[in-house]
């Protein structure tokens, strides 16, 4: 059976880098779930369904965002990088270009 997260033989990666494809596919399947509610929740025209729709793209979130967590405990450059972007006021483009001058 192959797995499509692994561009390189698995057997040559070490199980660092096996447990990092692991999560990035997760990340990648938590946010393709939040996609799929977010259609299903625009198009839903019962109203109990979409609440239990928002309820269930909630937990994709989290999902979502203890993978990144995870990626970014074990990927210290990364975090540098996020933290001149994420959950600041301003421009985004703007915020993106200072982090990579600062050493993204």
């Known amino acids: 059976m192959g797995f499509e ?3 390189e033989p ?3 990666l070490s ?3 096996r ?3 692991r999560m990035i596919v997760s990340m990648i399947e938590e946010a393709e779930a939040i996609n799929w509610y977010e259609q299903r929740i625009s198009v839903e025209k019962d109203k109990t369904a979409r609440a239990i729709m928002r309820n269930a793209q909630k937990e994709e979130f989290k999902h979502f965002g203890m993978n990144l967590e995870f990626l970014l405990r074990h990927k210290a450059e990364w975090r540098t990088v996020l933290q001149d972007i994420l959950f600041k ?3 985004i483009v703007e915020h993106g270009e200072e982090a990579e001058k600062d050493g993204g």
């Open 5 to 7: 997260q692994y561009h």
């Open 10 to 12: 698995a057997s040559e």
């Open 15 to 17: 199980q660092k880098t």
């Open 19 to 21: 447990t990092f494809a």
């Open 89 to 91: 006021p301003g421009d």
